[in-house]
C-alpha cells in the first residue's frame, strides 16, 4: 500500500491526522463489535461520568514496520492487562485482552498508509481510550463505557534521538501518593504533573524528577517516564515506590540488562546517590530510552557522562531495545508480534 504524502523523518511527537479509529461500547452487561469511525469527534452528553468524576484510562504503545514491510506489535498483551488493572482501580469495566488486542489491529489496519516505513526513525503510535458514559450527577461509578483506539504517526518524544536532556528534581509539588493512583495509567496523573513540568520547560529543563511523598528522600520517576541509572559498577538500578507507574519499557530493558551480565535492581534510591551513577535515563513507550545529561537538585547539578548523549550502556540497551521493537534484532523473548494485514 502507498504511504501516506508524510514527511516521516521529520514528524513531531504530536497527534497527527489519520484516516479512522475504531470504537466499542459498553452497554447492558456486554461490549459491543467494534466499528470503524472516520470522524475524529466524541458526542457526550454534558453529564456524562467522565467528564465530572474521571473515570478515564488510557495505554500508549508503539507499532513499528519491519524491514520488508511488514508491521508488528511490542508487548501487546502487556498493555493490555496494565489497562485492565487502571480500570479495576477506578471501578470501570475491564476491556478483555482479546477485544483489546482485536481494537489495535482493526485500527492498524484501517491506518496502514500511516505506517512509517522502517528506517524513518518515526513508529505509529497507537491509543487507546477507557471513558465512563453514563448520565449522572451523584459520584457513582458509571455503567456504560466507550472504548476507543485510535493512532498517530510521531517523531522522537524528545528531539535529538538519544541526545540527552536535562532534569530537576521537583521538592514542592508530588506527583501521586503511596495507595493512590500513581501506579495505573490515568488522566488525571498527568493534569496533576502540568503545574510542575511546565514551570520546569520554562526555565530549561526538559522534565522533572520526582521525590517521594513521605520523606523527600528518595527518586520516584520523572514526569513522564520512569527512572533508571547505572553504576559506576555497572548495575542497572530503577526506584521501586508503590506510587511509580510499571513501565513495560522498563520491565523489557530490565530483562535485556540481566541477559547482559548486568546486576538488576529496583529499589529505593536516594537523591544523596545522583552524583554516584556514571550514566541516567528516562524510559517508556513515548520515549523508549533517552539518556539524562544533568540532574539539578537545588544548588547541586550532576552531569553524566559528556552531558550531551548517551553513555556506553545506554546505547546498549536501547539499540538491543529498538531492534527489537523493529524487527532488526532477534526477539529471543516472544515479545513481538506480527499484524495480520486485512484485504
Request: neutral net charge; charged residues 25%; contains cysteine.
Amino acid at each position: 500500500m502507498e504511504k501516506a504524502p508524510i514527511n516521516f523523518t521529520e514528524l513531531p511527537f504530536k497527534f497527527n491526522p489519520s484516516d479512522a479509529n475504531v470504537r466499542y461500547y459498553y452497554k447492558d452487561g456486554k461490549w459491543s463489535g467494534g466499528e470503524v469511525v472516520e470522524s475524529f469527534e466524541i458526542n457526550l452528553h454534558i453529564a456524562a461520568q467522565c467528564l465530572h468524576y474521571g473515570q478515564l484510562a488510557f495505554e500508549g504503545l508503539k507499532v513499528f514496520e519491519r524491514p520488508g514491510g511488514r508491521a508488528q506489535t511490542f508487548r501487546l498483551e502487556e498493555n493490555a492487562k496494565r489497562m485492565i488493572r487502571s480500570a479495576e482501580k477506578l471501578l470501570m469495566q475491564p476491556v478483555p485482552v482479546e477485544l483489546f488486542k482485536d481494537a489495535v489491529w482493526k485500527c492498524v489496519n484501517a491506518n496502514r498508509r500511516f505506517i512509517p516505513p522502517h528506517g524513518s526513525g518515526a513508529s505509529l503510535y497507537v491509543r487507546p481510550l477507557l471513558i465512563g458514559t453514563s448520565i449522572q450527577l451523584g459520584v457513582n461509578p458509571s455503567e456504560e463505557f466507550t472504548f476507543i483506539v485510535f493512532i498517530s504517526p510521531v517523531g522522537p518524544y524528545y528531539k535529538g534521538g538519544l541526545s540527552a536532556v536535562n532534569l530537576i528534581v521537583e521538592e514542592n509539588i508530588d506527583r501521586a501518593a503511596p495507595n493512590g493512583t500513581g501506579d495505573i495509567k490515568i488522566a488525571g496523573n498527568y493534569a496533576a504533573g502540568l503545574r510542575a513540568t511546565i514551570p520546569a520547560k520554562k526555565k530549561g529543563y526538559s522534565e522533572v524528577l520526582y521525590l517521594d511523598v513521605k520523606e523527600k528522600k528518595y527518586i520516584d520517576e520523572s514526569g513522564s517516564s520512569n527512572f533508571i541509572a547505572i553504576t559506576k559498577d555497572n548495575k542497572y538500578v530503577t526506584p521501586k515506590s508503590p506510587s511509580i507507574l510499571p513501565s513495560i519499557t522498563n520491565d523489557s530493558i530490565m530483562r535485556i540488562a540481566a541477559d547482559e551480565g548486568m546486576t538488576v535492581e529496583r529499589r529505593p534510591i536516594s537523591r544523596d546517590e545522583l552524583g554516584d551513577f556514571a550514566e541516567c535515563g528516562c524510559v517508556g513507550t513515548a520515549a523508549v530510552i533517552t539518556p539524562v545529561g544533568s540532574i539539578t537538585d537545588g544548588e547541586k547539578k550532576f552531569t553524566y557522562g559528556d552531558g550531551k548523549s548517551a553513555g556506553p550502556v545506554i546505547s546498549k540497551l536501547y539499540n538491543k531495545l529498538y531492534g527489537i521493537q523493529t524487527g532488526t534484532v532477534q526477539d529471543p523473548y516472544g515479545w513481538t508480534e506480527i499484524i495480520p494485514m486485512e484485504g
